[in-house]
């Protein structure tokens, strides 16, 4: 595990899936945090794990994407 400091507004970016995360807030023991991702990498919240084939259907074929069209 990669274990990183950041103040509100700075960014980490990982560059091979085109995501950059932003802390936005930080109040207390809670950080708020901003995801920009293209829309063929889905961002789930742990607890969402287990539900995941439910929420995201095309989970089992990362390449599609639903809604977007061929280019």
Excluded: D
């Excluded at 595990?1 to 807030?25: D, K, Q």
């Excluded at 095309?58 to 061929?70: I, T």
């Amino acid at each position: 595990m990669l274990v990183l400091s950041r103040r509100v507004g700075e960014e980490v970016v990982i560059p091979e899936y085109g995501v950059t995360v932003t802390i936005v807030a930080v109040r207390g023991r809670t950080v708020r945090l901003g995801i920009t991702a293209p829309p063929s990498v889905p961002i789930l919240r742990a607890e969402i794990g287990p539900y995941r084939r439910q929420i995201l259907p095309f989970a089992a074929k990362p390449h599609e994407v639903v809604g977007e069209s061929e280019r």
